[in-house]
């Protein structure tokens, strides 16, 4: 496609549900990254792939949060047991073999009421 | 502890005038320095970078300077436009790709 796109744009969960968020990326592009954007703050680094593989990790919070991108393409963020705290803008980002100059999605607006 | 400081939440400006944006950051392994610009509902757009090998890197009317003695940078707009409106974030990597954000500075240029 012409740029990143995310789905569902907008979700609104219970606590305590699960929930998945969709990425695709550029075509093309082997590196995708997930942020999250809470309110007031810049996006914070979650996870990085190259290819299907994570090539970083780090930024996930905890072991609640888990991410995959199967066959090199579209990546799914998965969310378990989601508490109120999870509240943010999550995301997406794809590059040309990881180079800095990333495209956006227009992020998924998770609310856990 | 807050890597990538940007300490004006907001900025207004004239129609014509320049803006400056500045950024700070703390961690000296940082060496890629960028701009990222975002609408409302929008993700965020890249708009300039900067190695740290370099002190300024210029892109019509925007430029970006680098005092990295100072662990400094900012962003210059000139001439601002009300189509620059939005909120501008500086963002840091150390090599890996990984990018650090500050807060974000909201501009609003007055027609």
């Known amino acids: 496609g012409a740029g990143v796109s995310q789905t569902p744009s907008n979700k609104v969960t219970e606590k305590g549900k699960y929930v998945e968020l969709r990425c695709d990326p550029i075509s093309g592009h082997t590196a995708l990254y997930w942020y999250r954007q809470s309110l007031g703050q810049g996006p914070e680094f979650l996870i990085y792939?190259?290819?299907?593989?994570?090539?970083?990790d780090s930024g996930l919070p905890n072991d609640r949060f888990f991410a995959v991108r199967p066959e090199g393409s579209v990546s799914t963020l998965k969310i378990q047991r989601t508490e109120r705290g999870d509240s943010a803008v999550y995301l997406c980002?794809?590059?040309?073999?990881?180079?800095?100059?990333?495209?956006f999605g227009s992020g998924t607006r998770l609310t856990v009421v | 502890d807050q890597q990538v400081k940007q300490n004006s939440p907001s900025l207004s400006v004239q129609e014509g005038r320049i803006s400056i944006l500045n950024c700070d950051y703390t961690n000296s392994m940082f060496d890629y320095f960028l701009w990222y610009k975002k609408y409302p509902a929008e993700g965020p757009t890249f708009l300039i970078s900067?190695?740290?090998?370099?002190d300024k890197n210029e892109d019509g009317r925007f430029t970006v300077f680098l005092n990295k003695s100072a662990k400094h940078l900012s962003l210059h707009i000139v001439p601002s436009q009300p189509g620059d409106s939005a909120v501008y974030f500086c963002?840091?990597?150390?090599?890996?790709?990984?990018?650090?954000f500050g807060k974000g500075t909201l501009l609003t240029v007055n027609p």
């Open positions: 980002a794809s590059s040309f073999a990881g180079g800095y100059g990333y495209t």
């Open positions: 792939f190259q290819g299907t593989g994570a090539a970083d």
């Open positions: 900067i190695s740290s090998i370099k």
């Open positions: 963002a840091a990597s150390g090599s890996n790709y990984k990018l650090t």
